[in-house]
């Protein structure tokens, strides 16, 4: 059986979570199982050695279980975003919009140097403004976003057309 398949086969539907109509991937049961993680993390790796990424963005706090893992394969560092207020130094924050509210992330002023090529990592692509709030806080930074990695991506609402402004390189492991 392929990844994407054992991936599809593994992930968990929680209905009516974190609010009715909405049905949740869960992908902790993929934590459960170590070789099927370990091929994420080596997919991952494998797809995006060929660019050059200098580090590796992470997005809270499921974008960073196989982004830091992903980061420790290339050889680059990992940096997290995080939301306001959680992370201890100087920060650079961006607010923005969600489809039921509004939400704050931040990254250290020093995670990014200026010129570094960032690639940003989640588990989940749905509308894409989480993932368009790291590439707009890599931009403060003085970094370069060369692509956006995810687990899962929920074709139907569309989040990619909302990430080609930064890099049109988008990577999912599997597409709901």
């Known amino acids: 059986m392929d990844l994407q398949q054992r991936i599809k086969?593994?992930?968990?539907?929680?209905?009516?979570?974190?609010?009715?109509?909405?049905?949740?991937?869960?992908?902790?049961p993929l934590l459960?199982?170590?070789?099927?993680?370990?091929?994420?993390?080596?997919?991952f790796a494998d797809y995006?050695?060929?660019?050059?990424?200098?580090?590796?963005?992470?997005?809270?706090?499921?974008?960073?279980?196989w982004g830091n893992a992903m980061a420790q394969k290339l050889g680059v560092p990992f940096v997290p975003v995080?939301?306001?207020?959680?992370?201890?130094?100087?920060?650079?924050?961006?607010?923005?919009d969600l489809e039921y509210g509004s939400a704050e992330v931040e990254i250290h002023k020093d995670g990014i140097k200026a010129g570094?090529?960032?690639?940003?990592?989640?588990?989940?692509?749905?509308?894409?403004?989480?993932?368009v709030a790291a590439a707009e806080l890599i931009k403060k930074a003085g970094g370069e976003v060369v692509g956006f990695s995810?687990?899962?991506?929920?074709?139907f609402l569309n989040g990619i057309e909302s990430l080609k402004g930064y890099n049109s390189k988008v990577h999912s492991l599997i597409t709901y």
């Open 48 to 65: 995006w050695k060929s660019f050059p990424i200098d580090a590796i963005v992470g997005i809270e706090s499921r974008g960073f279980i």
């Open 32 to 43: 459960q199982d170590v070789k099927l993680s370990a091929d994420i993390t080596e997919a």
């Open 116 to 131: 570094q090529k960032v690639l940003v990592h989640d588990d989940l692509l749905a509308t894409g403004g989480t993932a």
């Open 9 to 28: 086969d593994t992930i968990r539907d929680v209905p009516d979570f974190p609010k009715p109509g909405i049905v949740f991937k869960d992908i902790t």
């Open 150 to 155: 995810f687990l899962v991506e929920l074709g």
């Open 82 to 96: 995080r939301k306001k207020g959680k992370l201890p130094a100087d920060t650079f924050s961006y607010k923005y």
